[in-house]
T-cell receptor, first 114, second 117 residues
């Protein structure tokens, strides 16, 4: 069964460093998402991406964040200058275009900012 | 605005007890989807079920059952004869058209279920 994959599974970085989280969505999917879950809290929507542009973003998704689909298969989330509060699990998700379709979530990348 | 409320923060049961996890949602859309996910200690989100707003039929899958009631905007989840392996955080979630048609998913705060042997 096709699945969404994410790399790395864990990342440790120093405050102020840039990180790039990578996702490979399911191949025929057209909508892509990033979500964040701070430890012990709920999963929060960050951004949705369709047709090579952001279709919606939350208040969390400020200028420090950016997304890109650089090569037609990967979908990346970049955090420009990490802060301690960026420590969280980041989930990528994708779905096909049909409104009846489910989002499929990747296994997550656990980011720790020191 | 969309909202999902899981009022139960933690539930503790003894193995073989039945347990119901509550979920109440809010949305202005007539077309929407409701989900339950399980998050074990390893952290991944395990998809359990999806219901669309036009299908109020209850569903049973093994020891799991779901009760969807539009009249009360609730989508409750029952585990029958709970087992220790059911211990996890369970999230109820809502996906609707929203303002952009992107069908983002809004999650509840989660209910942590402890099943003791």
């Amino acid at each position: 069964e096709p699945e969404v994959t994410q790399t790395p599974s864990h990342q440790v970085t120093q405050m102020g460093q840039e990180v790039i989280l990578r996702c490979v969505p399911i191949s025929n999917h057209l909508y892509f998402y990033w979500y964040r879950q701070i430890l012990g809290q709920k999963v929060e929507f960050l951004v949705s991406f369709y047709n090579n542009e952001i279709s919606e973003k939350s208040e969390i998704f400020d200028d420090q964040f950016s997304v890109e689909r650089p090569d037609g298969s990967n979908f990346t989330l970049k955090i420009r200058s990490t802060k301690l509060e960026d420590s969280a699990m980041y989930f990528c998700a994708s779905r096909t275009s049909g409104v009846q379709e489910t989002q499929y979530f990747g296994p997550g990348t656990r980011l720790l900012v020191l | 605005a969309q909202k999902v409320t899981q009022a139960q923060t933690e539930i503790s049961v003894v193995e073989k007890e039945d347990v119901t996890l509550d979920c109440v949602y809010e949305t202005r859309d007539t077309t929407y989807y409701l989900f339950w996910y399980k998050q074990p200690p390893s952290g991944e989100l395990v998809f359990l079920i999806r219901r669309n707003s036009f299908d109020e039929q209850n569903e049973i899958s093994g020891r799991y059952s779901w009760n969807f009631q539009k009249s009360t905007s609730s989508f409750n989840f029952t585990i029958t004869a709970s087992q220790v392996v059911d211990s996890a955080v369970y999230f109820c979630a809502l996906s609707d058209l929203g303002n952009t048609g992107g069908f983002k998913t809004i999650f509840g705060a989660g209910t942590r279920l402890f099943v003791k042997a």
